[in-house]
């Protein structure tokens, strides 16, 4: 059996075949210059690009915050992705004070500057109201 007849090769290919390509996204009306802005194209296509992290409830962001035993990559990665939708959200107050200490402290630096400085003012700001009390 031949591997390269020409036979088999004139099989595969049809010179006559139309391959449909996708449209590009822009009307014919539409210039280089008039580009869509990404979230309007995204509304028109039916999906939603705003609804991520804020599909998760509190319980579940605080559950994964909280757990801070294991160096694993992928847990180290949930747990600083959490810990900063608890910022953004403004609920880091929720957190527990020792899971706190642990980002604060940042042994065997798994969470980097940005989490360690603000599990530190958190800390800071739980300290300083104790102490108005306590007056």
Known sequence: MAWNSTSEKTKRTTPGKVVEMRASGKGPSETAGEEKPKDELARERGKDLHSGMELLE???LL???ENTKGDDKNDVTMR??????????DQLNEADSHSLAVY?????NLYGKDIQCEAMKELTTRTAHKSKRSS
């Open 80 to 89: 600083k992705l959490n810990f900063n939708e608890l910022l953004r959200r």
């Open 63 to 65: 559950s994964v915050v």
């Open 104 to 108: 604060a402290i940042n042994e065997g």
């Open 58 to 60: 509190l319980d579940f």
